[in-house]
């Protein structure tokens, strides 16, 4: 996907504060955190929604939640909370049509979100 800036961030053409990279994704610092810890963890195959999660690429997803759990214990917030946040779709507030999601902590998340 020549257009797709998460694409162009995972192949190292546009540069990312990384936190954390392997064959499968790349996790990365907001560019506008909306807490004192914010990241993203994206696929590293262009997927462009949950919608299309299947059989096949469902492995890259569990894998992603791995690396979630990992990142979350070495930044310290694991045992403080966080939130786990994906869009889907435009009235879902998806803004990049490659599936992404972001984890916020480092303070206290209010509910409703918005």
Not at 60 to 82: D, P, Q, R, S, W
Not at 91 to 114: A, S, Y
């Amino acid at each position: 996907m020549a257009e797709c800036i998460f694409c162009k961030i995972a192949e190292g053409s546009i540069p990312s504060k990384k936190i954390y990279e392997d064959d499968m994704v790349l996790a990365f610092y907001d560019i506008s955190p909306e807490a004192p810890v914010h990241f993203l963890v994206i696929p590293k195959k262009h997927i462009s929604s949950v919608n299309e999660v299947d059989e096949e690429n469902s492995k890259i997803i569990a894998h992603i939640f791995t690396v979630i759990n990992k990142i979350v214990k070495e930044l310290n917030i694991a045992e403080g909370g966080y939130r786990i946040v994906n869009n889907c779709g435009v009235d879902g507030g998806q803004t990049v049509n490659h599936m992404h999601f972001h984890v916020l902590g480092g303070r206290t998340l209010q509910w409703p979100p918005g």
